[in-house]
């Protein structure tokens, strides 16, 4: 519990615990881009499977929103 979470700009307007942030997969096998919504604690023990070729190779993508914040001065 209180554990900081490891992004900051994909939470929503609520930041609790009980959100379901969307995630971002691609799988290592046939390069399939998906988005999976999940508990934030589901999110460490979650399974997941490539929704096209079925395979468990499923990679964490950043995601795309987590962009450099550069100070603009
Ligand atoms: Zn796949």
């Given amino acids: 519990m209180g554990r900081a979470v490891a992004f900051r700009a994909g939470q929503t307007v609520a930041s609790r615990e009980d959100v379901m942030p969307t995630y971002q997969y691609r799988c290592q096998d046939c390069g399939e881009s998906f ?5 934030v604690a589901e999110h460490a023990t979650v399974q997941l499977k490539c929704p096209k070729c079925g395979s468990e190779k499923i990679a964490h993508a950043p995601a795309p929103f987590v962009a450099k914040t550069s100070k603009k001065s």
């Fill in 35 to 39: 988005e999976h919504a999940e508990h």
